[in-house]
């Protein structure tokens, strides 16, 4: 090296804080008849301990768009290309201090001009606007949904209230708060499902409502007290919207959907009466012909992949297409001349963007490769795409995509400069046989940076929740951070699709019915025997963790297999009766997976709980699990822990609850508490697998908190002396 050159700065592994650092694309759309891609940036802020979302283009270069403390999403371009509509929770820096912050300001829908400028607000409606609003085709209005209560549809309209004197609205606004105090003081429930994410459902529906764009006047098209809209679309002409809602006269479980037709004086119109499905989201052709979506197959529930259907608007008929694809179809996307439908497979731990030609209903693969599509849009032309994807050792690329020529580019990587001085472990394929030999399983194999197949290591055996989902080696932010943080904490990760999962066809989707934690659980125990096989595992060293189903598993798995040094068990469902009873819509999934509920057969799902098996029980386990989890609520928690402090008083089991925190706690939680977990689960895989290194980290903490403890008592006293002289 010559003296005067500097040495290259040494690589270092992923930190805990290093959440912070990286950057994730969450969606991306091209503007109407250019080259330019707009695309969504969300990264999380140390500053507020929260997130920032920003849209950012590709023009002539990569460049930020909006500007603020926003978090901006759900982009949408006028179809003639002049303005971007978006959705934004605009903060400003003063309400930043949550004491200022009561009333979290509610997204609202901003445009700004494609030549860029200021965000300007075009709705300010009091209880916010859903995610699903849409243009017109002529670029003139934009739907979108409000959600609105009985006393808001009937009361004085939002232009008479700037018409009252101060002291009449002041009064108005009083008597407003006063009833909505008196719907949670005490809360009455009358309907099946009351709760979900963090917080309880109230009485307001969704209502369709249309805001001229150049006047910025709303027009709202429905009053229901029932009907409850998410998502709508203009026909070309403006005459009506086509919107769906839950059959009417059916609890809030129903899957049975309809699909309406809705003119602004409110008339309504049934075009299609029967759709089965866990939720009613669909795209509108262009033209206004066709209505896209997915169907369920109500004969399997829960245990059915959904197939790919098209409506005919004026008649009601229904069409399957793309039925030889044994996968779940998703991210329905229309080309502009409607003459092609796209949407997404999952596949083996990839996924390819597809096409089917609706006039032939020919389909064809457009884009495949070892990586995972999360988001894509068209060009007007249908001549190329833009996406976003998730790689092995970058979890967010952008990419660009000619579809005569195949020709493939990388347009940015937020997080390329970032991860270039990073060493990262490396991450290996397997299939093997699962459980009775009758499907092949596909798992990963993540080494630790400077990784020597001569040592022994702990390995951290990681499982997914659903049950139907699919991990992949390409994962976003959440479990690529999680997975080489495990690994530069040197552990080997091991994780697999198990029976069960998306992506390997229908047989295999429904083949954990009845049984889970028993074939599933041997599917992921072969591929731990078949990764100590290969010589660098100490067996005696071996963790296990999971979340939600995983939780399950890992509850289940320990209580009838004593192979793993300690556990950690993450918002699981460990009491299938009192899920079923306290869970939010996912309550169908006892119903479908298990064929019976607790009022049937409580007994057969009393023995398929992992809490039941408490008593075998004799690995350490630390329990992790959020106070404002709806979707699996901590009840489960209690029971497991209860259970085990009662049938193994000397077993170290630990109750770790986060306040005000869901079932995405590991996604999407405040980012300190998210770092938190992660240092929950290492600490406790160290204390049992690598115990010098736990006992090092111990004392440096000690002596952290003395250092501390020093401090400020060395600043107490300096002010006392202060305030004395004073």
Same mark, same amino acid.
């Given at each position: 090296? &010559?003296?005067?050159?500097?040495?290259?700065?040494?690589?270092?592994?992923?930190?805990?804080?290093?959440?912070?650092?990286?950057?994730?694309?969450?969606?991306?759309?091209?503007?109407?008849?250019?080259?330019?891609? +707009?695309?969504?940036?969300?990264?999380?802020?140390?500053?507020?301990?929260?997130?920032?979302?920003?849209?950012?283009?590709?023009?002539?270069?990569?460049?930020?768009?909006?500007?603020?403390?926003?978090?901006?999403?759900?982009?949408?371009?006028?179809?003639?290309?002049?303005?971007?509509?978006?959705?934004? %929770?605009?903060?400003? *820096?003063?309400?930043?201090?949550?004491?200022?912050?009561?009333?979290?300001?509610? *997204?609202?829908?901003?445009?700004?001009?494609?030549?860029?400028?200021?965000?300007?607000?075009?709705?300010?409606?009091?209880?916010?606007?859903?995610?699903?609003?849409?243009?017109?085709? #002529?670029?003139?209005?934009?739907?979108?949904?409000?959600? $609105?209560? /009985?006393?808001?549809?009937?009361? *004085?309209?939002?232009?008479?209230?700037?018409?009252?004197?101060?002291?009449?609205?002041?009064?108005?606004?009083?008597? /407003?708060?006063?009833?909505?105090?008196?719907?949670?003081?005490?809360?009455?429930?009358?309907?099946?499902? !009351?709760?979900?994410?963090?917080?309880?459902?109230?009485?307001?529906?969704?209502?369709?409502?249309?805001? =001229?764009?150049?006047?910025?006047?709303?027009?709202?098209?429905?009053?229901?007290?029932?009907?409850? +809209?998410?998502?709508?679309?203009?026909?070309?002409?403006?005459?009506?919207? %086509?919107?769906?809602?839950?059959?009417?006269?059916?609890? =809030?479980?129903?899957?049975?959907?309809?699909?309406?037709?809705?003119?602004?004086?409110?008339?309504?119109?049934?075009?299609?009466?029967?759709?089965?499905?866990?939720?009613?989201?669909?795209?509108?052709?262009?033209?206004? @012909? +066709?209505?896209?979506?997915?169907?369920?197959?109500?004969?399997?529930?829960?245990?059915?992949?959904?197939?790919?259907?098209?409506?005919?608007?004026?008649?009601?008929?229904?069409?399957?297409?793309?039925?030889?694809?044994?996968?779940?179809?998703?991210?329905?996307?229309?080309?502009?001349?409607?003459?092609?439908? !796209?949407?997404?497979?999952?596949?083996?731990?990839?996924?390819?963007?597809?096409?089917?030609?609706?006039?032939?209903?020919?389909?064809?693969?457009?884009?495949?490769?070892?990586?995972?599509?999360?988001?894509?849009?068209?060009?007007?032309?249908?001549?190329?795409?833009?996406?976003?994807?998730?790689?092995?050792?970058?979890?967010?690329?952008?990419?660009?995509?000619?579809?005569?020529?195949?020709?493939?580019?990388?347009?940015?990587?937020?997080?390329?400069?970032?991860?270039?001085?990073?060493?990262?472990?490396?991450?290996?394929?397997?299939?093997?046989?699962?459980?009775?030999? #009758?499907?092949?399983?596909?798992?990963?194999?993540?080494?630790?940076?400077?990784?020597?197949?001569?040592?022994?290591?702990?390995?951290?055996?990681?499982?997914?929740?659903?049950?139907?989902?699919?991990?992949?080696?390409?994962?976003?932010?959440?479990?690529?951070?999680?997975?080489?943080?495990?690994?530069?904490?040197?552990?080997?990760?091991?994780?697999?699709?198990?029976?069960?999962?998306?992506?390997?066809?229908?047989?295999?989707?429904?083949?954990?019915?009845?049984?889970?934690?028993?074939?599933?659980?041997?599917?992921?125990?072969?591929?731990?025997?078949?990764?100590? &096989?290969?010589?660098?595992?100490?067996?005696?060293?071996?963790?296990?963790?999971?979340?939600?189903?995983?939780?399950?598993?890992?509850?289940? $798995? %320990?209580?009838?297999?004593?192979?793993?040094?300690?556990?950690?068990?993450?918002?699981?469902?460990?009491?299938?009766?009192?899920?079923?009873?306290?869970?939010?819509?996912?309550?169908?999934?006892?119903? =479908?997976?298990?064929?019976?509920? *607790?009022?049937?057969?409580?007994?057969?799902?009393?023995?398929?709980?992992?809490?039941? !098996?408490?008593?075998?029980?004799?690995?350490?386990?630390?329990?992790?699990?959020?106070?404002?989890?709806?979707?699996?609520?901590?009840?489960?928690? @209690?029971?497991?822990?209860?259970?085990?402090?009662?049938?193994?008083?000397?077993?170290?089991?630990?109750?770790?609850?986060?306040?005000?925190?869901?079932?995405?706690?590991?996604?999407?939680?405040?980012?300190?508490?998210?770092?938190?977990?992660?240092?929950?689960?290492?600490?406790?895989?160290?204390?049992?697998?690598?115990?010098?290194?736990?006992?090092?980290?111990?004392?440096?903490?000690?002596?952290?908190?003395?250092?501390?403890?020093?401090?400020?008592?060395?600043?107490?006293?300096?002010?006392?002396?202060?305030?004395?002289?004073?």
């Amino acid at each position: 090296m &010559n003296p005067t050159e500097k040495p290259a700065k040494e690589k270092c592994v992923i930190t805990f804080n290093d959440l912070y650092n990286l950057k994730q694309i969450t969606q991306v759309t091209i503007r109407p008849r250019s080259e330019e891609i +707009y695309f969504v940036i969300n990264q999380a802020n140390k500053q507020d301990n929260d997130y920032r979302e920003t849209i950012w283009r590709v023009k002539d270069q990569v460049q930020q768009f909006s500007q603020g403390l926003g978090r901006d999403s759900a982009l949408k371009w006028s179809p003639n290309g002049s303005q971007l509509a978006f959705l934004s %929770i605009r903060i400003s *820096p003063k309400a930043l201090n949550k004491k200022e912050n009561k009333q979290p300001p509610k *997204p609202q829908i901003y445009l700004i001009a494609a030549d860029g400028g200021e965000g300007l607000a075009l709705t300010s409606m009091p209880n916010g606007v859903l995610q699903n609003f849409e243009w017109s085709r #002529d670029s003139t209005k934009i739907v979108f949904i409000s959600k $609105m209560n /009985k006393e808001e549809l009937f009361g *004085p309209a939002e232009e008479e209230l700037k018409t009252l004197d101060p002291d009449t609205a002041m009064l108005l606004e009083m008597k /407003k708060k006063k009833a909505e105090e008196k719907k949670v003081e005490p809360r009455i429930i009358t309907r099946e499902v !009351y709760r979900t994410g963090t917080s309880f459902l109230d009485d307001r529906k969704g209502q369709i409502h249309v805001a =001229d764009v150049s006047t910025k006047k709303v027009e709202r098209w429905t009053n229901s007290l029932e009907d409850d +809209y998410t998502v709508a679309f203009l026909l070309p002409d403006n005459s009506a919207v %086509i919107t769906s809602r839950q059959k009417p006269g059916e609890g =809030d479980e129903t899957r049975n959907w309809e699909f309406v037709k809705i003119t602004p004086d409110g008339t309504l119109e049934v075009i299609v009466e029967d759709h089965y499905n866990w939720g009613g989201y669909f795209q509108l052709s262009p033209d206004g @012909e +066709y209505i896209a979506t997915t169907m369920g197959k109500r004969e399997l529930g829960t245990l059915g992949q959904t197939s790919l259907v098209i409506y005919e608007v004026t008649t009601g008929k229904r069409h399957i297409l793309a039925e030889e694809i044994d996968n779940e179809k998703v991210f329905l996307k229309w080309s502009e001349d409607s003459n092609y439908l !796209y949407f997404v497979v999952m596949e083996k731990g990839t996924s390819a963007i597809w096409r089917v030609e609706i006039a032939t209903r020919k389909v064809e693969k457009i884009i495949n490769g070892d990586k995972i599509i999360f988001g894509y849009d068209i060009s007007t032309d249908n001549s190329w795409l833009a996406y976003q994807s998730f790689y092995v050792n970058d979890p967010s690329q952008l990419y660009k995509y000619a579809i005569s020529s195949g020709e493939e580019e990388l347009v940015y990587a937020p997080n390329k400069e970032f991860l270039s001085a990073k060493k990262l472990g490396k991450t290996e394929e397997i299939w093997y046989d699962g459980f009775n030999n #009758d499907f092949k399983i596909q798992g990963w194999i993540l080494t630790p940076p400077d990784f020597d197949p001569e040592k022994k290591y702990p390995l951290a055996l990681n499982m997914h929740g659903g049950p139907h989902v699919m991990w992949t080696c390409h994962q976003s932010i959440p479990m690529f951070h999680e997975f080489q943080l495990l690994a530069a904490n040197g552990y080997v990760v091991f994780y697999c699709n198990p029976r069960g999962s998306n992506g390997y066809g229908q047989k295999f989707y429904q083949a954990c019915e009845k049984h889970w934690g028993d074939p599933d659980s041997v599917d992921i125990l072969n591929g731990v025997e078949l990764v100590v &096989n290969k010589g660098f595992i100490d067996e005696k060293r071996m963790t296990i963790t999971g979340g939600s189903y995983a939780g399950f598993l890992t509850a289940w $798995m %320990i209580g009838h297999d004593n192979r793993f040094a300690c556990a950690v068990s993450q918002r699981g469902v460990y009491f299938l009766s009192g899920f079923w009873a306290s869970t939010d819509a996912a309550r169908v999934l006892i119903d =479908d997976e298990f064929g019976t509920t *607790p009022l049937d057969d409580h007994l057969f799902l009393w023995e398929r709980s992992p809490a039941a !098996y408490a008593k075998n029980i004799k690995t350490p386990l630390r329990i992790i699990h959020s106070e404002l989890d709806f979707r699996v609520p901590i009840s489960d928690a @209690e029971m497991l822990y209860t259970a085990l402090k009662r049938e193994q008083p000397k077993l170290d089991v630990e109750f770790v609850r986060y306040p005000k925190e869901g079932h995405e706690l590991s996604r999407s939680g405040q980012p300190t508490r998210r770092i938190d977990r992660l240092e929950k689960i290492v600490e406790w895989f160290d204390k049992y697998c690598q115990p010098k290194k736990y006992k090092q980290e111990l004392a440096l903490k000690e002596k952290i908190e003395k250092i501390k403890e020093q401090t400020l008592k060395k600043m107490s006293e300096k002010i006392k002396n202060l305030q004395k002289k004073s």
